[in-house]
């Protein structure tokens, strides 16, 4: 059984929720005040627009949240290998230096449903809702700026993300950060034909 798809909805975080609900916290202090706060502004200036899973048996209850803003995926400024291996899929006809995405800005899980595999159904649904036909616009790739820390960025590559750049370096030349200071985030990807049936290997006799 699928817990967010079964027992929770997906709805526009909002101030009514956020004031009905029990406080939010998933362990990061940054995001704790986002989802609490912050979202608004991001909101209102249109940059972007963050959902929430609530419990069908207990509606004030905030199981996880994420926002999601419209983005691109430059391919101009990445190493030449990188640049091939985010277009390999793409007809060579379709292939261009601009290809459209979506970013996911901040994610989090209420720390009383961690390790019950809410982050990854999160993920699922995530991607789902992008390929789905009702969706109002084209998103060919996922991308993140996720945390350079190894609980996020193990996260992501479970679920099928890859880093941009294969280095740090590489990562710090294209954000102009000198190689002395941190990396404090890495940009990461998902192409989201990997999960359309477009993708998917034809069946015998077809």
Request: aromatic share 12%; glycine share 4%.
């Amino acid at each position: 059984m699928a817990f967010l798809k079964d027992e929770c909805v997906r709805v526009p975080l909002s101030e009514r929720i956020v004031a009905a609900c029990e406080p939010f916290s998933c362990g990061n202090k940054d995001l704790d005040e986002f989802f609490s706060s912050d979202y608004l502004d991001y909101a209102r200036q249109l940059m972007g627009k963050t959902y929430v899973f609530l419990e069908v048996a207990n509606p004030r209850q905030i199981v996880c949240a994420f926002t999601v803003s419209n983005a691109s995926i430059f391919t101009n400024h990445l190493p030449n290998a990188r640049r091939k291996r985010i277009g390999k899929n793409v007809p060579q006809q379709k292939r261009d230096m601009i290809y459209p995405a979506v970013l996911i800005g901040r994610l989090g899980v209420n720390s009383k449903f961690m390790r019950k595999h809410v982050g990854t159904e999160l993920m699922d649904s995530i991607k789902t809702w992008f390929v789905e036909e009702d969706n109002k616009t084209g998103c060919r790739y996922l991308v993140v700026d996720a945390y350079n820390e190894t609980i996020p960025c193990e996260y992501y590559l479970r679920n099928g993300f890859t880093f941009m750049f294969s280095t740090e370096d590489q990562e710090k030349q294209y954000r102009n950060i000198s190689s002395g200071e941190a990396l404090r985030t890495r940009l990461m990807f998902f192409d989201l034909m990997q999960i359309t049936p477009a993708m998917q290997e034809p069946s015998v006799g077809t």
